[in-house]
């Protein structure tokens, strides 16, 4: 039978408050009309201002979980967010051999709140294995110069991250300073800057969404300028909008309604 909304595979971690990860995407996903299936990377102990603990799941876990969920359903997309370790990337290379459907990589490698949440080890395997793979890659500023150690600039650094092998690469500049957050686009169709006003705030999961809503939107059908248009657009709104759960920071109102 087929699916009555597009699925979108999710590898990504649970942030018990809500904010970031899993739940990002399942709000992010849903808000577009889609539906995510989910495998969780790790389970970590976090709060509105910091992430304190990771704890990896096993891979031979989620290869059972994805293998379940691949043997069910067609899936649309995947979208992958912070990973427990370089061991998971195996299973993950193999759903994306499976299913060859856009993948977009959020390289989750540093909390907001400072904690660092990816080893040498990790970064080495997402640059060697992983990002060769990815239809669209979205790096913060800071990945990104993580990501590629030596570039002289944001501009360098997309310019070295296709050169891995990532179909495009959106470096989101919400970390940078400035009263305009500047996102910058490499791909096959050239380069751009899209220009958002500054939300004067501190938010925890904005990554998360927007890499969400841009996987939503490439599973729903969109044409990737339409989906990068709209995932950034979509993810301003919900910023906009955004609303405490706790003491830290802010997380996007994904899901319209309430106060
Ligand atoms: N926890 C999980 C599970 C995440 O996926 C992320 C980011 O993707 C974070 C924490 C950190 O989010 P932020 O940098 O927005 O605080």
Known sequence: MQASKPLVLCFSGHDPGGGAGIHADIEAIAAQGGHALTVIT??????????????PVAPIFMAAQTEALLADCRVAAIKIGLLGDAAQIPHILEAIERCRVPVVLDPVLRAGGGTALASAALVEALRTQLIPRVSVLTPNAAEARRLAPGAQSLDDCAQQLRRL?????????????????????????????????????????????????????????????????????????ALAAAYAVGQGRLIPRRIAGGA
């Open 42 to 55: 790790a389970h970590t102990v976090q709060d509105s201002v910091d992430v304190r603990r990771v704890s």
């Open 165 to 237: 092998g990532a179909g495009g690469v959106l470096i989101t500049g919400g970390d940078e300073p400035g009263d305009e957050v500047c996102n910058h686009w490499h791909g096959a169709d050239g380069a751009r800057d899209y220009r958002w006003p500054r939300i004067p705030a501190q938010f925890h999961g904005a990554g998360c969404t927007l890499a969400a809503t841009l996987a939503a939107r490439l599973a729903l059908g969109d044409a990737l300028a339409t989906a990068l248009q709209r995932a950034q657009r979509d993810t301003h709104a």
